[in-house]
Every structure is written in structure tokens, then in C-alpha cells.
């Protein structure tokens, strides 16, 4: 202290004293104690956070303010490897001096100075990162973290030891969906096998799990592969029984099996499933035309979801992406595979019709002729590879084609424009594709690839083709009674054979010649 001047009498009347000084005196101000930084939990208020969900924290530096000024702070959080600083989120308001050396693992911030009564409060944003090379986060998992601080008395001063706040615990939570399928016909019966025309309905049943690890789904998507044979049926698709979107689709059915796809990003169908709570997704699809005999028709499903609400432009959420068992990106149930049968209803049989001869019974004679008929009955869909072997018995020979489908016009058959036996479709039958006149042994009819149109004639589900053939001259042996054997097999879809046989009696005269001779008395 300096004292400038002073006087022996009030007002400048006296004698003027000094200057007197410099006096040097010490003032100590007695510091309160020096709180732990303070950690609290911002967001989410539950303390449970899932992948990609930002958590917030504030740190108060330090708890209360102190009535002196605080120098040389430095502010630290190392952070779990499960989390990552979001630095350009993470606000620093009070102090002097302030920088911000934070990384994307810590937070660091040092501040010169911390005037008294006064703090430091940082906004500290983070996020639960989807994949971390040391520990991926998992569900049920708990991310627990710390602040710490040092500073001096004196600006330079020595450093205190550092204050640490409590544990601030963050639980991760995870969402968990479970799928079921089930396929019925239209009206809720079972299905286990199917012909072409019918329509299916599967139901798929999507189940959140409600453990206390859990979180809500989001953006559910699920991709449906149709077998070959199979084709999803516009505006049939409910969710929980109201109407919901086409998906998209890919594939005919025909030539490429159909994948239908109901999700966010491709159909724009937002699913959300609530932690605990169930949805039920139903559609039809049809039984094409195109299936055969004996196909299994398979149906195989998926779901895959996410950990945050709507789409993910900046990758940070959990989804499906490596697929089911994956690793981290494992959102996506087990396959759920339907496979239905089509059955083999294919009959093949084989009459004698009519002959020459005597209409009511099978017996025939040299040159007389005979009409067989080859009945193939088959059921709704595609019959591949349709082949007619028949043998005739040696004594027997064709003649000609009386028709096909009721088609007699010859030489080329064709499945009638309406009525009966207009169900069914195949390529012209000509040629190369049916015996010749005067063929012996096995005869072919190759008819190919036949569709029997459900939505054609119902009349009948059978092709017949009627054929004549003749009892040769000179090829049989004389005797009263001859059987031909006529036996013929039907392949088709590249299995078989049905078999079934038709036979005639040959009868020929058998004339004996006898001589009398008579002996007359008058003749000498």
C-alpha cells in the first residue's frame, strides 16, 4: 500500500506528511472445497438406448461454482468403445480461454480459466455405434461412464489431483423379431398339396420380443421367393386385417420364379413392430397353369428390420445386411419355408371301341378293322412330355387316325376353339408325331406339352385319341380262335409308365373237307 499524502489539520490547513510506502500486506481468501465434476443422463430418460440412438449427457465443471477462480482446467470423458463423440453436436458454454481437443473416442477440453462462482457445463453428445472392432455392442449389455477434471489455484500453478464424477450407466437395448408362416386355402382350411387354379393364402405372423433387453422394430421388410409356379395376387396383401401395399415385385412365375418385397425403401411400406407386440401379414397367390404333375411348390420367407425409425441415409443404425447369424448387422429372421405338393392324378386307359365285325363283343376277322381309343386323363396344370406307346400284337396293323380331342380332320390336330375338351392347349399334332399307315410293333403318339386350363371347359379333364388298326392277311396262323394282345403305356414329365391293354379274338373258318362214296346192288 502507498499512502500518497496526508495532513496535520483537516482540509489542507496543517502540515502536508509523505508520500509514505510501498507497505506490502497479505489477504487470504479461504476457498470452499473444490466439488466433483457432475455426470447426469440427458437422453434417452429411460437410460436405455439401441444401436445408433444418440445419448446425450451433461458435465458440470464442477458441481457448485467456487468462490474462486479455478485455472489450467482440463476436462476429460474417455468414452466406452461402444459409444463415438459426436463433436460437431457437443455444445461448451462458461470459462475462459476454452478449446476443444476432443476426438471421436474422448471428449478433452481445456480451459484457462474458471472465474469464481462461475462453471463450465459441456452438452456432451454420443451415439451407440453399430460395430466396434474390439466389442460389438449387444443387447442387455450396460456402457457405463465417467468425466474427470484437474486445475490449479494459480494460473501455472501446480496441478490437484483429479475429480471424478460417478458412473453415469446407459443399458443397450436391442429389438428381436420371431416369424412364423402357415399356408391355407381362401376360406382358412389347411393346405398340403394343390393343382393349377387354386389359391393359396399364406399368413405370416411376426412376433417383437418383450424381455427387458428389447426394443421396438422398425422398418420391417420381408421378401417372399415364390417357387416357379407360383404368382402373388394384386391387392390380396392385409396387415392385422386392413388393406396394405402391393409389394414389389420381380419375376413371372413362369420363366422366373417371383420375389415379392414389401419394404420402406423399395415399395414404400413402413412396418413398425412395438417391443411385445405382434403383426400378421396375409396375401394369396395363385397356382399357375405352368405346374405338373408331383412339383413341389416352395414358398421361403425372411423379415429384416432396424434399430431406429425410418431410412438411414447416414449408415449408423443395425439392420439385416449380413444376414441371419451375421455379424454385426444380424436383423433378419430364419428362413421360413412353406413347400406344398402337387399331386399325380394322371389315369391312363385303353378300350377297344368299335370293329367290323360284331359291334357288341371283341371278336374280328381277317380284314376287318378295329377302333381303339387311348384315354389320358389329366389334371389341372402342364403336362410335360406326353408319349404313347402302343404294341400291337403281329397280325395287327395301323390304319389311321379317327381323332384327337374330337378333332377329325386330320392331318393335323389341333384342341378345339370351345366346348368340350377346349380346356386343353398343346402344339399342333401332325407328322413325325404320330404313326404311318401300315405301321406294325409299337406305335408313338407324341403329344407333347399339354396345359388343361382350369378356367376352360369343365367337362372333362380327359384326351382321347382314337386310332383304327386292321387284321392283316397272311400273318396269322389258321385256327379258330387267335388273341391279340394290345398292350400300350402312357410317360409323361419325363416319369411313367402307366400301363393298360386291349385285346381282340381273331376268328377264322376252319373248313373240313369230307368224300362219300355210295355202293349201288344194281351197279356191278
Known sequence: VIVDEYWSLPASGGTQYGPEGPTPFTMTNNVTAVDLPSKVLNSPATGEATIGEEVVYTITVPENPVNAALYDVRITDILDSRLVHLSADTTITGGIGVTDNSTAAALDVTVDQIAAGTQVVIELHTRVTNANLVDDPDAGEVIANTASFVYSFSDGGA???????????????????????????????????????????????????????????????????LGLGLAYQSGTATIDGNPLADPDTAGDGVTTAQQLEWSLDNSGVDI???????????????????????????????AQWTSLNGLDVNGIERDGSDGFGGDPNDYETAPQTISTTVPDNTAFAKARVSDTFVAGDADVRIGDTVDYRLDVTLQEGTTTGVIIGDTLDSGLEFVSIVSINGDSTGPAYDAPGAGVGSNFSYSTINGGALPSAGATGTLTFDIGDVTNDPAGDTTTDTLSIVYRARVMDSTLSQANATVLFNNAQLTYNGIGPLNDAASVTVRQPDLVVTSKTENDADDV
Do not use: C, H, W
Not at 185 to 203: F, I
Not at 276 to 292: F, K, Q, S, W
Open 272 to 302: 413398425d413392430i412395438a417391443e411385445g407386440a405382434v403383426v400378421v401379414i396375409t396375401y394369396d397367390v395363385l397356382v399357375l397353369n405352368e405346374v405338373v404333375a408331383a412339383q413341389l411348390l416352395t414358398n421361403s420367407a425372411i
Open 159 to 225: 496441478l490437484e489431483p483429479a475429480l471424478t464424477s460417478a458412473n453415469v450407466d446407459v443399458t443397450i437395448v436391442e429389438p428381436l423379431v420371431t416369424m412364423s408362416k402357415t399356408v391355407t386355402d381362401t376360406v382358412g382350411n389347411p393346405v398340403v398339396s394343390t393343382v393349377a387354379g387354386n389359391v393359396l393364402r399364406y399368413t405370416l405372423q411376426l412376433t417383437a420380443a418383450g424381455n427387458p433387453e428389447n426394443s421396438d422394430a422398425f422398418d420391417v421388410s420381408i421378401i417372399d421367393d
